[in-house]
């Protein structure tokens, strides 16, 4: 047997283990995420939304939009007490940002990122977070992604 392999063994076996003496069966419940939890998400795709962006990388850019989108619908699904004008509000910045990625227009989409991340802001001002205060990213935590697009 591979000596990698035997490695890899060794490190499952005890998980395995463990299921069988139910430390880690999941819950029968479905798994809600917290709330900080899924706008911590949300700040990672506005951090690569916004070097997707100024790297041109349309099409990622359009991709982090998607999924910063999905992120704030699933707060507010999941969280009923969510100030629902302050969603609502995000509606207009998500929309220019994603008419600035359809133009590919760079200057369109450093002015409407600015309101996106006003919009972020503003929810949490309005719900006692006004401490979380979001801003345009200076340098990318992740050193492991390209961001300008494939070839360039
Ligand atoms: C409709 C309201 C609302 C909007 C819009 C909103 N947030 Fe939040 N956000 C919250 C609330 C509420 C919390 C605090 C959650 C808690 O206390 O568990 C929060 C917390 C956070 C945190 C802190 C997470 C942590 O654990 O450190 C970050 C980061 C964050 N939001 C990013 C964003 C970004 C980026 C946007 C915009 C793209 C955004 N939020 C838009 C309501 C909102």
């Known amino acids: 047997m591979k000596r990698w392999l035997m490695v890899l063994m060794v490190c ?4 395995a283990v463990a299921a069988q003496s139910g430390v880690n069966v999941p819950p029968s419940g479905s798994y809600v995420p917290r709330l900080g939890d899924i ?20 099409e990622l850019a359009a991709y982090e ?28 910045p998500v929309q220019s940002v994603a008419d600035a990625i359809e133009a590919k227009d760079g200057k ?8 996106l991340t006003s919009g972020c802001n503003a929810c949490h001002q309005s719900i006692g977070r006004g401490f979380i205060v979001l801003r345009t990213p200076d340098a990318s935590p992740f050193s492991d992604q390209q961001f300008a697009p494939q070839g360039k």
């Open 12 to 15: 499952v076996v005890p998980s």
């Open 39 to 58: 706008m911590n998400t949300v700040q990672t795709r506005h951090v690569k939304l916004w070097f997707a962006g100024k790297s041109a990388n349309w």
């Open 65 to 92: 939009l998607r999924q910063l989108k999905a992120g704030l619908v699933e707060a507010a699904m999941l969280y009923e007490g969510l100030p629902v004008n302050n969603v609502t509000t995000m509606v207009q």
């Open 108 to 115: 369109k989409f450093t002015r409407v990122y600015a309101d």
